[in-house]
Structures are given as C-alpha cells and as structure tokens.
C-alpha cells in the first residue's frame, strides 16, 4: 500500500481485520437490480472519495492523495480526469445552477467551481482561524450549503492540530460568505445528506460510530436530534423509497426506520463513499479505496 494510501486508510477509522479481492458477484434482490453485478470502474487511483451527479448523470470524483476530480461519462463507462490540481478537494456536490462545490481541505476552504473550471473560495476560514478540513456537503433546497468539519491530519498541512475548538458542521446560506454553527456535539463529524423536501438532515459521526437525524427549519437550524443508527458513515446518500446508504465495510442500506434491509460487498478493505449516477440515477457508483465501482439498482437516486 502506498503511504497516501495508507494514511487515508487509517484516518478513516477503518475497522481491522477486513479483507476481500476484486471479484465480481452477483447480487439480485430487494432494491438492486436483477442479476446485477458490481463491476469495475477502474482501479488506478490511490483514494477516491466525494462522488458527486450532475444534471446529465455524469459522476464527478475525487482522487484526493493525487490532487485531482475525476469525470465518470455515464454513456460510455469512461474515466477521465476533469481538474488536477483540484484544492486536494475531498467530498463534492453540485448545486442548483450548475456549479460543483468542492470540500477543499489543501487550505481548510470551501470551494465552487464554475463549469468553465473557474474557482471562487465560498469560504477561507470562521472566526478568524483556518477550518479543521472541510470533508463532506450537501445543498438544500434554497441554495445554503450545510458541510461537516472534523480533523484529520493531512501530510500536505504545516499545521499539525486544529485551529478551530470543535468538530463541527456548518451552514452557509446562499449568497453569505460567513457559516453558522448548527452542530457540534461530534468526536468526527463525516458524511451528510438531506432528504428531498429538506425537513431533515442525516450526520454521521464516524468518529462516535453513529449516524443522526436532525430536523432542519426554515432558516437552515437544526433540531429535534435522533439516533438513526449505531453505525457511523464515511459517505451517504438516499434512495426515491427513502433508504439511507452508508458507508465503510462495503455499503449498508438501511430504511427510513433505521433498519437494515441490504448489505452490498465491496472488495475493497474500505468503502469510502456512494451516490447515484447515469440518465435516470440507477446507477449506484462506488468510490472504495484505489478503485470505483457500478451497481445497477431497481431504485433511483435522488437530490
């Protein structure tokens, strides 16, 4: 394993004593496709993560210990490289005018890039300090961006400990260039996502190995926390039926109940992250370790 590798591997919290090889399997039933099979991508990078769909359905990715945004072409099952250097962006999004919005932990910003790879940093730092190294993101309906903020050290920083006094996720309304605090009580705040109506929120707290849903008000506050599981996320998404994907050992599917109703093998020792992808969104794309992966899925994805 390469040292990059390595020191993503172990950031992520992965439990020891996973172990499996590339090949394929059938999988077919419930929500996934039948006789679908998780097929390769492609295995040349050293961590990808932050798997982001635009209006096309195209995947955007990111290659982060090497710097740069993948594009996956959904029509032709193609990789190309669409930014390098990309910020050493990790968790991506796009939002409602086209723009992908890049969680840019080189320098602790937020960043949005322009479809003419144009880059405006939304957000350089709070309170006068650097941010700990945003991680992952979501858009609400009205344009605000809601990102998590945990720490975990990165071989391209001078600093070594966290300028900031907690591990935090942020709200940043549209137009606004100053977050707001709406959660804190986190060892490390990770993966996030918010249903389709935008009433409520999911956060994982990969460091707690837990994963919270908030309700989310008008002006973007949170409230009304709940455990939805004992399972923390590196990365998540939700399904058209309301299924909660999370991340880690391979990709757990739970529904709106918080019951597990799928396990997808991955055969990789971690499973970093998961969205929808293709003209329809029932694609699920995989981003896990060196490599991604496609499954075909009798659900949709949704944003």
């Known amino acids: ?29 419930g929500i996934i496709a039948k006789d679908a099979k998780l097929t390769l991508v492609s295995d040349e990078y050293e961590f990808t993560e932050g798997p982001a769909v635009d209006k096309n359905g195209y995947i955007y990715f990111t290659d982060q210990p090497n710097d740069r945004i993948v594009k996956w072409d959904a029509a032709t099952n193609t990789v190309s490289d669409y930014m390098k250097p990309s910020g050493r962006a990790n968790g991506l999004y796009f939002d409602h005018d086209g723009n992908l919005l890049a969680a840019a932990d080189e320098k602790n910003e937020l960043w949005s890039i322009a479809p003419d790879k144009n880059v405006t940093v939304l957000i350089g730092d709070y309170d006068g300090k650097k941010l700990n190294g ?19 050290k990165r071989p391209w920083w001078e600093h070594s400990e966290p300028e900031q006094s907690a591990r935090r996720v942020y709200y940043l309304s549209k137009g606004s260039s100053i977050p707001k605090i709406v959660a804190e009580d986190f060892e490390q705040p990770n993966g996030i996502i918010g249903s389709p109506d935008g009433k409520m929120l999911y956060i994982s707290d990969i460091g707690a190995k837990k ?30 039926l309301g299924n909660l994907y999370l991340t880690g050992k391979g990709v757990t599917v739970f ?22 992808g293709g003209p329809d969104q029932k694609t699920l794309f995989i981003t896990a370790m060196d490599s991604a992966y496609t499954l075909e899925m009798n659900v949709n994805g949704v944003r």
């Open 1 to 29: 394993m390469k040292k990059n590798q390595l020191t993503f591997f172990l950031s992520a919290l992965i439990i020891l004593g996973l172990s499996s090889c590339k090949s394929q399997k059938n999988i077919s039933k």
């Open 134 to 152: 945003p991680n992952d993101l979501w858009v609400d309906l009205a344009g605000g961006i809601y990102f998590t903020d945990p720490f975990y």
């Open 211 to 240: 994963t919270f849903v908030y309700t989310v008000d008008a002006n973007g506050n949170l409230s009304n926390k709940k455990l939805f599981t004992d399972m923390g996320s590196d990365g998540m998404t939700l399904d058209n």
């Open 255 to 276: 529904n709106s109940k918080g019951e597990q109703i799928e396990h997808i093998d991955v055969p990789e020792n971690w499973t970093a992250n998961v969205t929808f």
